[in-house]
């Protein structure tokens, strides 16, 4: 926890036991915004969601071929809803914040593994860019719903990918470039992720 969320928790528990107002709670955290943070525990549980989220993917990967659609969309499905729900149980409730946030990762990970092998199955994706866009939208969305800069890291990592794949091999920047504009750079804006704001910038050669 940074000085800025220290600080917000002291202020709302003063303004539930009356020392201070709405007004002025609200004048305090304005004054001191909270930036995404990157703690070590916050890594290591990102990390393990990689780790399980490859480990998932390759073994369906191994099999895929041998279940029905059906199935096949069954499986990919309900484990997006499952991990994004038992994340926000834990990670919005205070249960659990940090198995939440990975949870949740997780469950973008599986989204984008979902876009894929969709794709793949009703070949829509199997030759275009437009896969990695969607899941950059995604992880942008969750970036700002969490103020997650692993999360926007993600999204600009992905958005990279879709200017390589799309931009450079069809000659298509726009979409590209909205997204940077009205995405990304809002984010680094309010939030002055200094790293991220490195990355991103570098995205851009």
Same mark, same amino acid.
Not at 99 to 108: A, E, K, P, Q
Not at 118 to 143: D, E, P, V
Not at 159 to 168: F, N, R
């Given at each position: 926890?940074?000085?800025?969320?220290?600080?917000?928790?002291?202020?709302?528990?003063?303004?539930?036991?009356?020392?201070?107002?709405?007004?002025?709670?609200?004048?305090?955290?304005?004054?001191?915004?909270?930036?995404?943070?990157?703690?070590?525990?916050?890594?290591?549980?990102?990390?393990?969601?990689?780790?399980?989220?490859?480990?998932?993917?390759?073994?369906?990967?191994?099999?895929?071929?041998?279940?029905?659609?059906?199935?096949?969309?069954?499986?990919?499905?309900?484990? #997006?809803? /499952?991990?994004?729900?038992?994340?926000?149980? =834990? +990670? @919005?409730? !205070?249960?659990?914040?940090?198995?939440? &946030? *990975? $949870?949740?990762?997780?469950?973008?990970?599986?989204?984008?593994?979902?876009?894929?092998?969709?794709?793949?199955?009703?070949?829509?994706?199997?030759?275009?860019?437009?896969?990695?866009?969607?899941?950059?939208?995604?992880?942008?969305?969750?970036?700002?719903?969490?103020?997650?800069?692993?999360?926007?890291?993600?999204?600009?990592?992905?958005?990279?990918?879709?200017?390589?794949?799309?931009?450079?091999?069809?000659?298509?920047?726009?979409?590209?470039? #909205?997204? /940077?504009?009205?995405?990304?750079?809002?984010? =680094? +804006? @309010?939030? !002055?992720?200094?790293?991220?704001?490195? &990355? *991103? $910038?570098?995205?851009?050669?």
């Amino acid at each position: 926890m940074n000085r800025n969320q220290w600080l917000s928790e002291q202020t709302r528990g003063w303004k539930e036991r009356g020392i201070i107002s709405e007004e002025q709670f609200c004048e305090i955290v304005a004054g001191y915004p909270i930036k995404p943070s990157v703690s070590p525990t916050r890594i290591v549980f990102v990390f393990a969601a990689l780790l399980v989220g490859l480990g998932v993917v390759l073994f369906f990967a191994s099999n895929w071929q041998e279940l029905p659609k059906v199935l096949k969309l069954t499986i990919i499905y309900t484990a #997006i809803v /499952l991990a994004y729900y038992s994340g926000y149980k =834990l +990670y @919005f409730e !205070k249960a659990s914040p940090g198995l939440g &946030f *990975s $949870l949740i990762f997780l469950g973008n990970l599986f989204f984008g593994a979902g876009l894929w092998l969709t794709g793949q199955m009703f070949h829509i994706l199997s030759f275009n860019s437009n896969g990695f866009l969607y899941w950059f939208l995604a992880a942008a969305l969750l970036a700002y719903l969490m103020k997650s800069a692993l999360f926007m890291g993600l999204a600009v990592i992905l958005l990279s990918i879709y200017g390589v794949t799309g931009a450079v091999i069809y000659s298509d920047y726009l979409f590209y470039y #909205i997204c /940077l504009v009205a995405v990304v750079l809002p984010f =680094l +804006y @309010f939030y !002055k992720t200094i790293l991220l704001t490195a &990355f *991103s $910038l570098a995205s851009l050669t």
